[in-house]
């Protein structure tokens, strides 16, 4: 893999892990890490996918500036709704939205140039999380002990999208079927991303889980449009 | 010797697992199931422990968790209560506070001393001579405390966890099953906690010498078992209640906060010691606890008891004695009518003597043993009459008089509570939206009457919460005789009539606290310590309210209660501390400082590097070298910490109007300008750099440790002043270095094709051009005093920028530099640092920077106050100082004191030597009239030395700025 020009936040804790790298965007992605158990997604996995294009805009047009280019907007705050490709819009309030692609979205990479400075009540939002996903059936137990919010009391099909804390840091966390596989995604600052996930990966290892490549987490999906 | 019995039912040992443990030291066997206190008691051991103040011998008195003269320490575990938690095997129980262990204790002379340390003794005696205060200090501490501290005890590492219910049970008692089991039914998710290790309450062990209770019992556990929806919890102490009914539950491992959506305090009711002389002899203990003997532990609490009692439940106990092969010397009933129930017959028929209205004066001990206790007729006074004791030899006394309802967390969840003369208790009166209350704790204590009441508020709190429940109305019976004696305490005048039990109050302890006027509950609780032991008054607050308001002639209801505050129950401090979460945030470039060394500091919620290790070198000399480097070459340093906001739109010049004390409408694109922020009372409270990058967009740093904090503040006021502006915090969003030294420049230059001329990029411009290839903003800024470029990239580019950085000025000697080495460069330039050079108080113009603020515009937040700030002058102010003494070797540091005149004159914020100007210079608050240069002041450094000072002017170095301003 030639040398990407992007990085992730959780680069450095990633290579400790012996990971197969590929490149999605220009980041680095870990396919693989040299520990990965077949059993532990399913159990419980976190897996980095920093790496998946995505943007942020604010301001009293943002909601119309999304739906000119064919967006689907969410009604409400707090909601998101799926694009295509395993992407996500997620109304984060009532007039700031974070558009992320899936595997095999397009969506960022056609919007991306049009979001610029300068367009009436349109503000763009930098995105550089630490994006993680989090797979497998323990974890709201995972999520009980690192979070004040009752994760059980949604469900898939509400598209929520919840801004709360875990373990001291502020994320965004929804609930998504992305390339077959049920997971709950998780958005933080990228600069809390390296104590987030040595936390969240420290916690999961006592579970029985851990660190997953995105090939252990996500073994149907098909990466198109990003390499 | 044992005092074990043939198999009880229902009793909670493992007779088939012995269980070997030691205790001070002796070997002893008890069964698994067993507490230390349970397994000692039977063994015959009596004297558990040691009193706090006494050290009167102490055995069982409650099993309830609050008998916390038997505290003991079992190898690094502290405060291990012995009559609730379980025997493990191979433990080494010590006595705590003891010289010489329970049985031997050598500060049992203490007991006879009592006279003269009488209730706050310690606020009068020992201050004279004060030259003797240390010694008794050492007395003290030596001969208090309970336990000894191992600081090599393992990090027990107990997770907490959320959890989240429609219902919370709280007490698995009668009322508590019958609540969740209704709730549940409704179709609510339940949680049931109980403090004690299998559930049941009172229906396990009050049972009156009959089986119905206990059968009860089992048929309430099928009935549960068959409710997925109710998830039973026993070992899991609800241990307070937090607004919106967040509650801690503690058990063994862990904390869990769980929130559920209505509460039932369900928790029963503590019993209370009645009080006479020597209350406290081992073998004198509660009712209950004599039944929780028998019927957890199968233990025979003694083998010939008196029961006083003056409810229903101490016949209750009788009966259970005696069917157990203890013979009951008699019954005496406080009461003049005695018992109205049939448990009044039923006693009668085994051939029991009751004595109505009869007390007892006072318990006779030998040795460490109870052995008789004198009885007396009460008089209509509540006296005792003591013309005509009648004396019982016995080995056990058995209290039942009264009980005190558990209403801590009804407490805390904001009830009203009042007293109520037909059960002599506080019972709820007004319950706040969502919480319920039952049972003992709503002043409900027929068994009958409590399983109703628990299914009403079963009821009631699933109805609350919308779940449909069939229309039905409960008829709670009201109680045919008090369960509390509104005066269970006789007076004696030797004394030892214990009240409180963990601190060693006797009855007249309180009458001596009121007469030195602390006769308020509030005054009187601190003053007697009343309460404030480890059980936290749940045996001694009620007599010590029945006590108060006998004393001033008024009700317990117009004594009222002390606060009950949150924990209500001891919780282990490793419960409370959790994971112990680090929370900390990592520039992009975390990694290549890991990579160069670097040592690590906090910085607010950053971790940055505070200078880079070199082998053989010590940290003083990295950071001059550091500083060095920069002076002389070209040093890079991470400056990612620092805020960093996006502002848009047509309003965002106004907008910074009003936020900043500076001017920026006006500001042209491509330049930047220092911006100051004050709060609404005018103090300093952020700076930072603005940038202009078009008409309509703004960016702006804030302090490393204020982004979030004026992040809000920024919304916070926009809501307010609703101009069209959009703010983003991209703080994490962007990286920045700052490349400084005078050979910065060539080093850029090899990595842009951006005119770096000080004509095209001059001191104070920004500039957008690509830096290695990434997109970036550039400011010319001068922070350490040299030609500076601050370089804003996005966060995941940033590892490929510094690292063409550095490889670019290889041949320029560059040197990454550390949070000392920029602190010090910036110290002789004379910058202040926000949160170091000011304070919570500083105003502008007492830090120097009333160049920044400019008052002729029409609003910022803060004017109003420098305005009228100004009109008196300012408290200190902000001066440069040099040390006379060159190279000082008692340098003060920072915070050290101005002294003048043998008074504070102000302190010093900054000092640092500084190997460019060959000596001390620092920044120090001083009184305004100390500011003239070159006059002399005094600070007081280390070990009280003085040391001289001398106002200088800032900068100390480059005062015409040339260097940050530097030409090609």
Redesign the interface.
């Known amino acids: 893999m030639a040398a990407a020009l992007r990085s992730s936040p959780l680069a450095h804790a990633l290579a400790t892990l012996h990971p197969e790298w590929i490149e999605v965007a220009g980041m680095p992605l870990a396919s693989k890490l040299r520990d990965d158990r077949p059993d532990r997604s399913a159990k419980l996995g976190i897996c980095d996918l920093s790496a998946l294009p995505r943007i942020g805009l604010k301001g009293p047009g943002a909601a119309d500036w999304l739906s000119a280019r064919g967006v689907p907007v969410p009604d409400q705050p707090n909601t998101w709704s799926a694009l295509e490709g395993g992407g996500a819009v997620a109304r984060l309030a009532r007039t700031e939205f974070l558009v992320e692609d899936g595997f095999s979205g397009k969506a960022v990479a056609r919007l991306a140039p049009d979001l610029k400075p300068g367009s009436p009540g349109v503000y763009p939002v930098p995105r550089q999380d630490c994006a993680l996903a989090l797979t497998g059936e323990l974890v709201n137990e995972l999520l009980v002990q690192t979070c004040n919010v009752d994760f059980t009391a949604q469900t898939r099909d509400a598209r929520v999208v919840t801004l709360t804390l875990m373990v001291g840091v502020s994320v965004t966390v929804l609930q998504q079927r992305l390339a077959g596989t049920d997971c709950w995604r998780l958005w933080c600052d990228g600069t809390s991303g390296p104590y987030l996930w040595e936390t969240l990966t420290g916690i999961a290892a006592e579970l029985g889980g851990g660190a997953v490549g995105f090939a252990s987490a996500f073994p149907d999906a098909q990466l198109q449009n990003l390499q | 010797m044992s005092s074990r019995l043939p198999p009880v039912t229902g009793e909670w040992i493992d007779r088939s697992r012995g269980v070997d443990f030691t205790f001070d030291g002796r070997a002893y066997r008890g069964c698994a199931g067993d507490t230390p206190a349970s397994a000692l008691w039977a063994a015959d051991v009596h004297v558990l422990g040691r009193s706090f103040k006494y050290h009167r011998p102490r055995g069982v008195l409650s099993l309830a968790n609050h008998d916390v003269n038997t505290m003991m320490q079992a190898g690094a575990r502290l405060n291990l209560r012995a009559d609730v938690e379980p025997l493990e095997q191979g433990m080494a129980l010590t006595s705590v506070n003891t010289a010489g262990g329970a049985s031997g204790d050598r500060l049992r002379i203490l007991n006879a001393l009592g006279g003269f340390l009488p209730v706050g003794f310690y606020y009068k005696a020992f201050h004279r001579p004060k030259a003797l205060f240390p010694f008794w200090e050492r007395v003290f501490r030596r001969m208090t405390g309970l336990g000894t501290l191992d600081f090599g005890a393992p990090h027990i590492r107990t997770?907490?966890?959320?959890?989240?219910c429609d219902v919370l049970v709280v007490g698995a008692g009668p009322a508590g099953l019958h609540a969740a089991l209704a709730a549940g039914r409704a179709g609510a998710k339940v949680v049931l906690v109980d403090e004690n290790a299998r559930i049941g309450g009172s229906l396990g062990y009050q049972r009156g010498g009959s089986i119905e209770g206990f059968e009860m019992l089992r048929d309430l556990e099928r009935d549960l078992a068959d409710l997925p929806n109710v998830s039973v919890r026993p070992g899991t102490l609800a241990a307070g209640y937090y607004a919106d009914h967040w509650i801690p539950l503690v058990d063994a491992q862990r904390m869990t906060?769980l929130?559920p959506r209505a509460v039932i305090v369900a928790g029963g009711a503590f019993e209370q010691p009645a009080v006479f002389r020597n209350n406290d002899a081992p073998g004198v203990m509660l009712a209950s606890a004599a039944q929780r003997l028998l019927y957890r532990y199968a233990v025979k609490p003694m083998d010939k008891a008196l029961v006083l009692t003056a409810n229903a439940d101490g016949y209750r106990a009788a009966l259970d004695l005696m069917a157990h092969g203890v013979a009951i010397a008699a019954v005496a009933d406080l009461r003049a009518d005695g018992e109205p129930s049939a448990l009044s017959m039923r006693v009668k028929q085994v051939g029991i003597p009751v004595l109505k209205s009869h007390c007892v004066l006072e318990a006779e001990a030998v040795g460490d043993r109870l052995v008789a206790a004198t009885v007396c007729p009460t008089g209509a006074d509540g006296k005792p009459d003591t013309a005509s004791p009648q004396k019982f030899a016995c080995d056990g006394l058995v209290m039942s008089v009264g009980w005190a309802p558990a209403a801590a967390l009804l407490y805390q969840a904001g009830a009203s509570m009042r007293y109520d003369t037909t059960t002599h208790q506080f019972v709820p009166e007004r319950l706040p939206a969502g919480v319920f209350a039952c049972g003992r704790v709503n002043g409900v204590y027929a068994l009958d009457s409590r399983c109703e009441d628990g299914e009403r508020a079963g009821t009631e709190a699933a109805r609350h919460l919308g779940f449909d429940t069939p229309e039905r109305s409960f008829s709670i019976a009201p109680e045919r005789s008090p369960p509390s004696h509104p005066w269970p305490i006789v007076e004696h005048p030797a004394g030892k009539n214990f009240v409180d039990f963990d601190e060693d109050l006797h009855l007249r302890d309180f009458h001596n606290a009121a007469q030195e006027g602390f006769d308020n509950i509030e005054l009187m609780k601190r003053y007697t310590t009343v309460g404030m032991g480890p059980s936290q008054g749940k045996h001694s607050n009620m007599n010590a309210i029945r006590v108060l308001a006998r004393i001033r002639g008024v009700s317990p209801g117009e004594v009222g209660t002390t606060t009950a505050r949150p924990f209500f129950h001891p919780v282990p401090l490793s419960h409370l501390a959790g994971?112990g979460?680090?929370?900390?945030?990592?520039?992009?470039l975390?990694?290549r400082h890991?990579g160069l060394g670097a040592v690590w500091m906090q910085a607010g919620v950053?971790l940055r590097p505070e200078y880079y290790a070199l082998p053989g070198k010590r940290k003083s000399e990295i950071v001059r070298d550091e500083a060095r480097a920069v002076r002389d070459a070209v040093g890079l340093i991470d400056v990612?910490t620092l805020g960093k906001m996006?502002l848009?739109?047509p309003d965002a010049g106004a907008f910074l109007e009003r936020v900043y004390t500076a001017k920026f409408s006006g500001m042209k694109p491509g330049t930047t300008r220092y911006a100051v922020m004050l709060d609404e009372s005018g103090v300093v409270i952020d700076d930072g750099v603005v940038a202009r990058?078009?008409e309509?967009?703004f960016y702006f740093t804030t302090t490393t440790t204020g982004s979030t904090t004026v992040y809000r503040e920024l919304q916070r006021w926009n809501a307010q002043w609703n101009l069209e502006v959009?703010i983003?915090n991209?703080?994490?969003?962007?990286a920045a270095m700052n490349l400084a030294g005078p050979k910065a420049r060539a080093v850029l230059r090899k990595l842009t094709s951006l005119d770096l001329s000080n004509e095209a990029f001059p001191y104070l411009a920004l500039r957008e051009a690509d830096v290695a290839?990434?997109p970036a903003r550039l400011m010319r800024v001068g922070f350490v005093g040299e030609l500076g470029y601050e370089i804003h990239v996005?966060?995941?580019?940033a590892?490929?920028v510094w690292d063409a950085l550095m490889e670019a000025g290889q041949d320029d000697g560059i040197r990454p530099f550390g949070v000392e080495a920029q602190r010090l460069l910036r110290l002789e330039k004379g910058h202040i640092i926000i949160g170091q050079d000011t304070d919570g108080l500083t105003q502008p113009d007492e830090a120097g920077l009333e160049w920044a603020v400019k008052v002729d515009k029409p609003f910022f937040v803060g004017k109003r106050s420098v305005e009228i700030v100004r009109k008196n002058g300012p408290r200190q102010k902000l001066v440069g100082f040099e040390l006379d003494a060159i190279g000082a070797s008692t340098a003060p540091r920072e915070c050290h004191l101005v002294v003048r005149n043998g008074a504070i004159a102000g302190r010093v914020t900054s000092i640092a030597w500084s190997d460019t100007l060959g000596k001390h210079v620092g920044l120090a608050f001083v009184a305004p009239d100390m500011t003239e240069l070159n006059s002399p002041f005094f600070i007081r450094a280390d070990g009280g030395t003085m040391v001289q000072a001398r106002v200088v002017p800032t900068p100390f170095y480059d005062a015409e700025g040339l260097r940050q301003k530097v030409v090609d």
């Open positions: 997770p907490k966890r959320y959890d989240f906060k929130r994971r979460f680090n929370v900390h945030r990592e520039t992009p975390h990694s890991d950053w990612g996006e848009y739109g990058l078009s309509q967009h959009g983003v991209a703080t994490g969003a962007f290839g990434v996005p966060a995941d580019r590892a490929r």
